[in-house]
């Protein structure tokens, strides 16, 4: 699976949007980029994923560049209970593992 | 659905001692998985399964055995308990091609 670079931490005002920015150059075409989060020491959640189009679901969007080699994940009204750590995942379609990095503490400030 | 249970919730063991951590899933999932997560890092794949009799080893297993015997239930053993396992061990399951679902973790301690 193709490795992902992200930032290590972000601070984004409450209220506001948050474009959490995720690196994967070497993606691979059958690759999809995953994104989970991880809030204080719970389990990983699932966020959404894509192959090339953008996406969107009730809880964020997800744009992935034409090139495929970056892609941003918007949480359009950051609120506090979003404060949590972002992972950004390329993974095969089929089962194969997740791999996580050390993802991006996303932090929420009244 | 509970989802994915994961018992107990914390344990110490001293060095040496063996046990076994549960995970169970009642959504009929295939695959399922164990990660560990040490402080401040990313989760590691220990272990993972596509289905009832396969497993297969991730990124670190030395030290943990897993079988699966049922679809619903994946247990991980430790054989010898060392300090380095203190870590916080999540299970994980999903359909065919779908997203994972995590349990809410085991916190061990290894004295």
């Known amino acids: 699976d193709a490795k992902t670079t992200q930032p290590t931490s972000m601070d984004c005002a409450e209220g506001r949007a948050a474009n959490l920015p995720c690196n994967h150059s070497t993606i691979s075409g059958n690759e999809y980029v995953y994104w989970y989060r991880q809030i204080h020491s719970q389990g990983p959640q699932y966020i959404i994923h894509?192959?090339?189009n953008n996406e969107t679901n009730e809880m964020a969007s997800l744009i992935i560049t034409e090139d495929r080699k970056s892609s941003t994940l918007i949480l359009p009204h950051a609120t506090l209970r979003d404060t949590a750590v972002y992972y950004c995942?390329?993974?095969?379609?089929?089962?194969?593992?997740?791999?996580f990095g050390k993802g991006t503490r996303l932090s929420v400030i009244a | 659905n509970a989802g994915v249970t994961q018992t107990p919730k914390f344990q110490v063991l001293k060095t040496g001692q063996s046990m076994t951590l549960q995970c169970a899933q009642d959504?009929?999932?295939?695959?399922m998985s164990w990660y560990r997560q040490d402080p401040g890092m990313g989760l590691r794949l220990i272990h993972y399964?596509?289905?009832?009799?396969?497993?297969d080893q991730g990124e670190v297993p030395n030290g943990y055995n897993v079988s699966r015997s049922t679809t619903e239930d994946f247990p991980l053993r430790l054989l010898s308990a060392a300090p380095s396992q203190t870590s916080v061990y999540f299970c994980?399951?999903?359909?065919?091609?779908?997203?994972?679902?995590f349990g809410p973790g085991t916190r061990l301690t290894v004295t």
């Open positions: 399964s596509v289905g009832a009799g396969i497993t």
């Open positions: 994980a399951s999903s359909p065919e091609y779908g997203e994972q679902y």
């Open positions: 995942i390329v993974r095969n379609s089929g089962n194969t593992p997740l791999v």
């Open positions: 894509g192959l090339k």
């Open positions: 959504m009929n999932h295939e695959y």
